[in-house]
């Protein structure tokens, strides 16, 4: 019975963490070598990566979505979609795709002269399920080799451990002084 309830703890915890991982921001230096508008076919089992549509249009399966294609350092190829977030999850209330597009394409730099920049992103990318992390914001970096801290991330990191440590002790407090006494009156 313990082994159960480490597993099923473990369980919880492996999906707890793959949902901050997935949804917490990442930092990507690349050369972007190409913006595009594909149409896309949002359907089966990779919909839930996929943003909503914008509010007022008709949830298509099929509909036009940015891509902005880059190169990393090392040479292999990333590719993200740029969609808005709007007011739905994650909450990164994103409505700038459109300049985010043109500020991409302005970035577009070639092998021979190239125009490092930094893309902020979440997501995961999966080419069986044919999923691309979202970009949201991209910057010009000094060079390949230039990556800040993720402070937003750690401070968020250390704001919800502080959180779940309040939580676990109300919630012994409460079970020892309250709960535990309670059904301690029925055992007689």
Do not use: C
């Not at 959180?163 to 079970?175: D, E, K, P, Q, T």
Request: proline share 6%; aromatic share 14%; charged share 20%.
């Amino acid at each position: 019975m313990r082994s159960v309830k480490w597993g099923l703890l473990a369980l919880v915890l492996a999906v707890v963490g793959a949902l901050i991982h997935y949804t917490l921001p990442q930092r990507d230096v690349v050369r972007i070598v190409n913006t595009e508008i594909r149409r896309m076919d949002i359907s089966g089992p990779s919909a839930i990566f996929w943003s909503s549509p914008d509010s007022g249009t008709v949830a298509a399966a099929n509909r036009d979505i940015r891509f902005l294609e880059a190169v990393r350092p090392n040479g292999d190829p990333a590719v993200y979609r740029n969609e808005d977030t709007g007011w739905g999850w994650p909450f990164f209330f994103k409505f700038d795709s459109a300049d985010l597009q043109a500020q991409a394409a302005d970035y577009v730099s070639t092998r021979d002269a190239p125009l490092w920049v930094s893309v902020r992103h979440y997501g995961w990318r999966s080419r069986l399920l044919s999923t691309f992390p979202n970009a949201l914001a991209v910057e010009r970096v000094d060079g390949p080799d230039a990556l800040g801290f993720p402070w937003r991330n750690t401070v968020f990191l250390i704001v919800l451990a502080l959180v779940i440590a309040m939580i676990w002790r109300l919630s012994r407090g409460l079970w020892r002084h309250r709960i535990a006494p309670f059904f301690g009156r029925f055992r007689r």
